[in-house]
């Protein structure tokens, strides 16, 4: 590995702790990543001590343990999670730990052979014990980052005709310029991004959108339009993008890279149809070439070319059938525009526009983060023990916003935002 990308790697760690996390002195940080991100992790953690971390608690993942584990396991043990893990949980919380998970798997198709069911049932009792922490995460009680680490399996995948270390290589300038990590000075790049989604979210709240129509004429198989969905929101809808603030006041971004701006969606105000244009992965298992029809708010009909059996599962859980969030994303997105799927969530879902099934993020609604559950419940907050995002936007679609009057604006055409939104 030459020394430029050494020092751009660098350069996107510091990134991750000053901008992801914005790490204070004397504050703790858990990062959860694979053994094979292990040489990134170093270098995170030397630069989060620079930044005056009193702890860097590295949460190791493999996830080949994991299969022999879903595969072998006795059925009764399958939901097991050991106390330890929830009062670890509650330490972090109490203690305002900041947050870092990387993402890049070394054994992408791990869980491929594993029974839709039994990761599911995990799933379930996993938020059953630590689901309380996964809604403090959503509430951004603390600091938290998701961000990219390549994996040679990883890079293969998008670069297949490439060996894997030159796969690899190609994979880290691919992330690293994408996250805009190769630029002069990263961390005020990220500031100037930030601005302009901040413009998004000004055009949507000014005009008081009320819900977004998802409208794609491009034919699908059965002779329909591809997608005509309308999402509608809750009464107070608030739209986020770039940026949040965590319970202490400290300015974060949750994802890196980020190119999304996003909203709660009322839990029965959503109707119509739509497919996905980009693989997504619910319980890490790959669904392709999805439709969905929902009836006030829920998905009553669905189809995927591959991974139903994984829908079929993912539908079991209460609250999975609507949707948690509703993002915009420009087809002129670094991702999108690098004309390659990234098979990894954090990457393909900040292309191109998405939706998500299950829990929504209380920072959706106006005053949101402040509420009690039973307050975000009645104003139509969906609650469920899953998150999962799937990918629908295309350089063919448009989206229209009907405002709170009932008039309505153009809010895309063609996947790009039009002009009156950028300003």
Not at 93 to 106: M, P, Q, S, Y
Not at 117 to 138: S, T, V
Request: with cysteine.
């Amino acid at each position: 590995m030459n020394d430029t990308l050494l020092a751009q790697q660098r350069a996107y760690a510091d990134l991750i702790i000053r901008s992801g996390i914005n790490l204070q002195p004397g504050q703790s940080v858990a990062v959860r990543a694979e053994l094979g991100h292990r040489d990134f992790v170093r270098i995170l953690a030397e630069v989060a001590y620079a930044a005056g971390a009193r702890q860097v608690e590295v949460l190791w993942v493999d996830p080949l343990v994991n299969q022999i584990r879903y595969q072998q396991v006795q059925p009764e043990y399958l939901g097991f999670v050991p106390e330890f893990e929830v009062a670890r949980a509650h330490e972090f919380l109490d203690e305002g730990w900041a947050r870092v998970a990387l993402t890049g798997e070394e054994y992408p198709d791990a869980l491929e052979n594993v029974p839709p069911a039994a990761l599911r049932e995990y799933q379930q009792a996993w938020y059953k014990k630590l689901g309380f922490f996964q809604q403090r995460m959503m509430n951004n009680d603390l600091p938290w980052c998701v961000a990219g680490v390549p994996m040679a399996p990883w890079a293969q995948k998008i670069f297949p005709d490439l060996d894997a270390a030159e796969a690899t290589e190609r994979l880290w300038e691919l992330v690293l310029r994408v996250c805009r990590a190769d630029q002069p000075d990263p961390n005020a790049a990220w500031q100037q991004h930030d601005a302009n989604l901040k413009k998004v979210v000004a055009f949507m709240q000014r005009n008081d959108v009320r819900a977004v129509r998802f409208l794609d004429q491009q034919m699908g198989p059965d002779g329909q339009a591809a997608t005509d969905l309308t999402v509608g929101l809750t009464d107070r809808p608030n739209w986020i993008s770039g940026s949040s603030y965590s319970a202490t006041g400290v300015s974060f971004f949750a994802n890196i890279p980020t190119e999304e701006a996003f909203c709660t969606p009322h839990r029965e105000r959503t109707e119509g149809w739509v497919r996905t244009s980009k693989p997504g992965f619910p319980f890490q298992r790959e669904v392709l070439g999805a439709w969905f029809r929902f009836e006030q708010g829920q998905v009553v009909e669905w189809r995927a070319e591959k991974g139903q059996e994984v829908l079929d599962e993912l539908f079991q859980i209460p609250g999975a059938r609507r949707l948690g969030e509703v993002a915009l994303v420009d087809v002129r997105s670094p991702i999108n525009q690098s004309g390659r799927i990234f098979y990894n969530t954090l990457f393909d879902e900040n292309a191109v526009c998405h939706i998500a099934f299950g829990r929504a993020y209380p920072e959706g609604i106006q005053g949101g983060s402040k509420l009690s559950d039973e307050e975000l419940d009645a104003l139509g907050l969906n609650s469920s023990e899953t998150h999962n995002d799937l990918m629908i936007g295309a350089a063919t679609m448009q989206v229209i916003g009907t405002c709170a009057d009932g008039s309505e604006v153009v809010i895309m055409e063609n996947g790009m935002f039009v002009d009156t939104v950028l300003v």
